[in-house]
């Protein structure tokens, strides 16, 4: 080749790369008239609203950076953490949990990775509970949605929680926001969620629990932090404190204790005071639930596992389904009243050897109840994210969630 020829073919090069460059600058040029436009509209929605302070949910621009992923990391977008169980930012959570799948981020930097994230996970009884749930609610009705995201209705909390009860009216619109994913207690949930877990131990432990029973010196305890409920559990321990004492420690009692927590939660550490207290002194312990809904069982159950400590429930779920053998706890349901759940008691606490082999089990099983950000549910969600390519949407959630729900007990008078 002759170098004119050269010089002619490089010439062609220049304008070619003139012309490339001015069209992707007037582009970026259209794309940013765009985006202003969306942020002066979105700007401007919320300046008409009562929030002054509110920064918009999403960012429109980023949408394309993160969007599928053909075996990438998963990017899951946590809408809103106000009870602060994961890290700011960006949780290394998957790693941390050991998940078989782990190749995804959860994040709580919801204004830059909303759009582009895999997945957006709305915590629902804090977000409801939220001043800000009018807000969002209009803002989220009037996104234009990435088709490919998923949006999870994630909740610990029966239907019959309370900041529910008051928001009835606005939450129909949220039914509606087209959820395709549930992860909740339910066990039927798209993920379910599990607040603990029982494990047959490795190796037997061979302890003696009537030496354990001789040296408890009080019956029964419960922790509560609620106390008015769907359930009336507090009328129950009203009735059963006619026939036996019942300590009760926390906002609606007169004893303390420190959970090891911030928070007025009984997740509390085992070596919390609290837990301790249970473990070396009563032999009885409530794990009441707040509501008798489908599969809801609760920290209240699975942190007496691992104690020396009979639980007694009273909730609505099936506890055999969920893996919880009946010599694992008393239930209420199996009495007539209070007053005859009363009396098994003091037969037991009459009875050194009957009372201990009702702990016996413990020495084949342990138990652990798991903080909302170690919970295996998080493995499922991202496993289901790099697996599941279907479409789906709940658009049922309404009568599901609340079916069958908040039932009336039945196990006290009016
Ligand atoms: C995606 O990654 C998983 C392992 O993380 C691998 O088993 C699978 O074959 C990969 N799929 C594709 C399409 O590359
Ligand atoms: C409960 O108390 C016993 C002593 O009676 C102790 O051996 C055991 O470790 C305690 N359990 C927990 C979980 O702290
Ligand atoms: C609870 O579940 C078990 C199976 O897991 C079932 O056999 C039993 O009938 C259920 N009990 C009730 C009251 O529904
Ligand atoms: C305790 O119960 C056992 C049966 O498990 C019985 O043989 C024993 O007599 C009872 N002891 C007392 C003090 O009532
Ligand atoms: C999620 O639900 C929305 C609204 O119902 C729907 O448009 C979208 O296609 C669904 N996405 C997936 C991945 O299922």
Redesign the pocket.
């Known amino acids: 080749m002759g170098l004119s020829a050269l010089l002619c073919k490089s010439k062609t090069w220049i304008w070619g790369i003139f012309i490339l460059t001015s069209s992707v600058l007037y582009l970026i040029y259209l794309q940013e008239l765009r985006v202003g436009e969306q942020k002066t509209i979105h700007e401007r929605k919320h300046l008409n609203g009562r929030s002054k302070q509110s920064k918009p949910i999403y960012r429109p621009d980023d949408t394309t950076q993160f969007i599928d992923t053909k075996n990438q990391t998963k990017i899951i977008t946590l809408f809103n953490d106000e009870w602060g169980f994961f890290a700011k930012g960006t949780d290394r959570l998957f790693e941390k949990l050991r998940c078989p799948v782990s190749n995804c981020i959860l994040t709580l930097e919801r204004e830059k990775f909303f759009h582009g994230s895999d997945a957006v996970v709305f915590n629902i009884p804090p977000l409801v509970r939220s001043n800000q749930f009018q807000r969002y609610l209009l803002d989220l009705h009037s996104l234009r949605r990435n088709t490919k995201q998923r949006w999870v209705f994630y909740t610990h909390e029966s239907p019959c929680f309370r900041g529910f009860a008051e928001r009835w009216q606005e939450m129909y619109s949220f039914w509606q926001m087209g959820f395709n994913w549930t992860m909740t207690y339910r066990q039927d949930s798209d993920i379910p969620i599990q607040y603990g877990s029982i494990m047959r131990r490795e190796k037997p432990m061979k302890r003696d629990f009537v030496d354990?029973a001789k040296?408890k010196s009080k019956l029964v305890a419960w922790f509560t932090s609620h106390c008015q409920t769907f359930s009336r559990r507090e009328d129950y321990v009203k009735e059963l404190q006619k026939y036996i004492p019942v300590d009760i420690y926390g906002t609606c009692g007169k004893l303390k204790c420190n959970t090891g927590l911030p928070k007025t939660s009984y997740y509390g550490p085992?070596?919390s005071e609290c837990l301790?207290i249970v473990?070396?002194t009563y032999k009885f312990y409530l794990s009441f639930e707040n509501a008798f809904a489908t599969d809801y069982i609760t920290e209240k159950y699975f942190n007496t596992v691992?104690?020396?400590v009979i639980a007694i429930v009273r909730g609505g779920a099936n506890y055999s389904r969920l893996g919880i053998s009946a010599f694992m706890y008393i239930d209420t349901r199996n009495f007539n009243s209070p007053q005859s759940l009363a009396s098994y008691i003091l037969s037991l606490d009459n009875n050194v050897t009957e009372y201990a082999k009702l702990l016996n089990w413990k020495n084949y099983y342990t138990g652990t109840s798991y903080l909302p950000s170690t919970r295996k549910h998080w493995c499922e969600l991202c496993r289901k994210l790099h697996e599941d390519k279907s479409l789906s949407m709940r658009n049922d959630i309404q009568n599901w969630y609340n079916e069958d729900e908040c039932r009336k007990p039945t196990d006290i008078g009016l």
């Open positions: 354990v040296r085992l070596n301790q473990n070396n691992p104690l020396d």
